[in-house]
């Protein structure tokens, strides 16, 4: 392992320069007893997709905190703070191969809320992604076949949507090879045993197009690719074809300066090579929907077989080997702003799904747009504009506005009038037709509708025609519970202690807070114990509360704003107990889930759903903790950690060695009383005979 290190420590000293302070973090980092093999690999993967060194250090602490979680918030305080911002974004989403399929749904809703913060953190997890399915072999256990699904569902589309071909072809490749290992074989063999006359033909062709390039006085570059065995087996299913009908297997690629050369040069192979017909096809007059330019040309070579020429830009080549990421590292080219603002469209509503959706939506929405693939269409104006496969004129109405979308009662496409039931299809030029004296939209249009946008939309309309409704529901709701709690108007409702609550819920009137109740995005008994506060501050003579209001006993033994009487659930991507700082977050339709005060993913949450939450003394209650000990390889390491656990009379839950070389990781699940417990427990650890660290972890 030392040798790797230093190897890893060669690589980055090539790739980039870094100062006394940087070349310290480096060897306390790889001093430590880390995963070498998969840092290798990432890190080989960020230089060759130029990341910046901000993006390496962050990486490297990242991979120094899983390990060594104290000594890595010490390391934390000398990197920048934009290194800092990135570290904090990668502990937000877990290492996909760890979770159980319930939590991958929630992690990749992460994965997109990080992505609309900085697009680096979520490139360097699907590197991180790669090396994990990399290392996999068959027989696959259920979790790992659940990993491949998510890869294969999610990742490898999302992949190619940031447009990282080379990298979607890696992971799917992968893919292809654990779940169907046989043909992944056959295949790789037939290719491998054309290896040497393929290798003939690449260099005879690359010759001739160095010697039209040559003669065109033009300084351009040539290369050469074998086609992935994935994208082989893509075509072979996909289009029932045989082997002998891929005709792209051999490629070459030729990248000059200007559009113009790329079109003379076009024009000269098809002056040496005969082209099939075809597949003659100019990505750069109509590009691909994922902004792919290039020319392609498939020609007939010496050894009678086909080989694909790809010609394109420098600049298009960049987006193509970069994907959306290049508008990032050549921030000076900004002429294509504007195409690119479009690319991002998609992302920005994703992000806008991942805070708004349930996982259940957001998941199935997601695997739609991505898997299902995206057709281009355009307004009459010329504006483009990206939907999933299977969208009709109402997605395409209320992508332009709300109100457009409310108002629609028909469409104009490519000119003919058209139902907005209408699917899309690419290459449509559609206008919409609206009416000002149209109810807007009925309940079966959510059975049409493709996006997440257009069926929030249409949602968020009920919602409002049925706020009368909200506002009567939710007033009828808090008078019971100001009635239940002994209060009255006169004595709540003033118009100082109205004024400061309605700036709390950032509202204007007060039935905006009983249309909250009715809808259920507020809870009365909430809104009430605001009130009583105010109440009790200005009247420190009556009573204290309990004499007016008798609380009930909560089974959870959390006292939510006040009050024990609320449906509480704790979260489990910090796991609470007794003892820790705790928030509430007012779930819809689910209740409060109680979080740790400095629980991250309270970063991503509504501010406004927040809430104050403390614990209420409960002698029965218990609590599920997690361990991480790191020890020296031992024979007797599990023993004497369930021995001691047992002794102190504490139940276990769950429990999972790994041998990671030298040392010995291991995770307990213990349920305990309260904070002061588990310390304890995690003291009596430490004590143990080759126990390195002891810290409690999220998961």
Not at 630 to 653: C, E, M, Q, Y
Request: aromatic fraction near 8%; charge should be neutral.
């Amino acid at each position: 392992m030392e040798n790797m290190a230093e190897q890893i420590t060669s690589l980055l000293e090539k790739s980039y320069t870094f100062d006394e302070n940087e070349n310290g973090i480096i060897k306390e980092i790889f001093s430590g007893n880390m995963n070498f093999p998969r840092i290798k690999c990432i890190a080989e993967l960020i230089i060759n997709m130029k990341l910046d060194k901000t993006s390496m250090f962050a990486f490297l602490v990242y991979q120094y905190y899983k390990v060594e979680p104290q000594k890595a918030e010490i390391l934390l305080e000398r990197l920048t703070k934009e290194e800092q911002e990135i570290v904090y974004d990668f502990k937000m989403i877990k290492d996909l191969n760890q979770l159980t399929p319930s939590e991958e749904i929630e992690d990749i809703k992460r994965l997109f809320l990080v992505m609309g913060k900085d697009l680096r953190v979520v490139i360097i997890k699907l590197f991180g992604i790669f090396y994990d399915i990399s290392i996999l072999n068959n027989p696959l256990d259920d979790a790992q076949k659940s990993f491949i699904k998510q890869v294969r569902d999610i990742h490898v589309p999302l992949s190619e949507r940031l447009g990282l071909d080379k990298l979607k072809q890696m992971l799917y490749d992968n893919v292809i090879r654990l779940e169907y290992p046989e043909e992944y074989n056959r295949l790789k063999i037939a290719v491998e045993s054309k290896e040497e006359e393929n290798s003939k033909q690449l260099m005879i062709t690359k010759a001739k197009l160095q010697a039209i390039i040559d003669d065109l006085k033009i300084d351009g570059q040539i290369m050469s690719r074998i086609k992935h065995i994935s994208s082989i087996f893509n075509k072979l299913h996909n289009r029932n074809l045989e082997l002998s009908q891929i005709y792209d297997i051999l490629a070459m690629r030729v990248i000059v300066n200007t559009v113009e050369e790329c079109y003379a040069v076009l024009g000269r192979i098809h002056g040496i090579y005969k082209p099939m017909q075809g597949r003659v096809k100019d990505y750069i007059a109509n590009p691909k929907p994922n902004g792919y330019q290039s020319l392609h040309t498939t020609i007939i070579v010496e050894n009678q077989h086909p080989l694909e020429v790809q010609i394109r830009t420098v600049e298009m080549n960049r987006e193509s080997e970069y994907g959306v990421y290049s508008h990032w590292l050549y921030k000076e080219k900004k002429t294509k702003q504007d195409a690119f603002d479009q690319r991002m469209t998609w992302f920005r509503q994703t992000v806008d799904n991942a805070q708004k959706m349930s996982n259940e939506d957001f998941i199935e929405t997601l695997k739609s747009d991505l898997y299902e693939g995206i057709l281009v269409v355009q307004t009459p104006k010329g504006r483009v504009m990206e939907f999933p496969q299977g969208s009709t004129v109402i997605d395409f109405a209320y992508a332009i506005h709300s109100d457009i979308g409310n108002k629609c009662v028909g469409a104009k496409i490519n000119g003919q009038l058209k139902p907005f039931t209408t699917p899309l299809h690419n290459g449509d030029i559609v206008e919409i037709i609206t009416n000002p004296h149209s109810k807007g939209p009925s309940r079966d249009w959510l059975k049409v509708i493709k996006t997440a946008s257009a069926r929030s939309k249409i949602k968020a309309f009920f919602k409002n025609e049925l706020k009368e409704e909200n506002i009567k529901l939710g007033k009828t709701m808090f008078n019971q519970a100001m009635q239940d709690k002994g209060y009255n108007s006169s004595q709540l409702l003033t118009d100082n202690y109205l004024t400061e609550i309605l700036k709390k819920y950032n509202m204007e009137t007060i039935d905006e807070l009983y249309a909250s109740i009715g809808s259920g995005s507020l809870t009365a008994s909430a809104l009430l114990m605001r009130f009583v506060t105010l109440y009790k501050n200005e009247n420190k003579q009556l009573p204290k509360l309990e004499s007016v209001v008798h609380l009930k006993r909560n089974k959870d033994g959390v006292l939510v704003d006040g009050d024990s009487g609320m449906l509480v659930r704790f979260a489990r991507c910090c796991s609470p107990i007794e003892g820790d700082d705790i928030t509430g977050y007012i779930s819809r339709g689910r209740g409060v889930t109680i979080h740790r005060s400095n629980c991250l993913n309270l970063n991503y949450l509504e501010k406004d759903r927040l809430i104050d939450a403390q614990w209420q003394n409960k002698e029965d209650a218990t609590f599920t903790a997690n361990i991480k000990v790191v020890a020296i390889k031992s024979d007797n390491n599990i023993g004497r950690i369930t021995n001691l656990i047992t002794g102190l009379k504490i139940p276990i839950k769950g429990f999972d060695a790994k041998d990671t070389g030298d040392t010995f990781l291991c995770t307990l699940v213990v349920d305990v009383k309260n904070k002061e417990e588990l310390n304890k427990i995690i003291t009596s650890i430490k004590n143990l005979k080759n126990i390195t660290n002891v810290y409690r972890s999220e998961r």
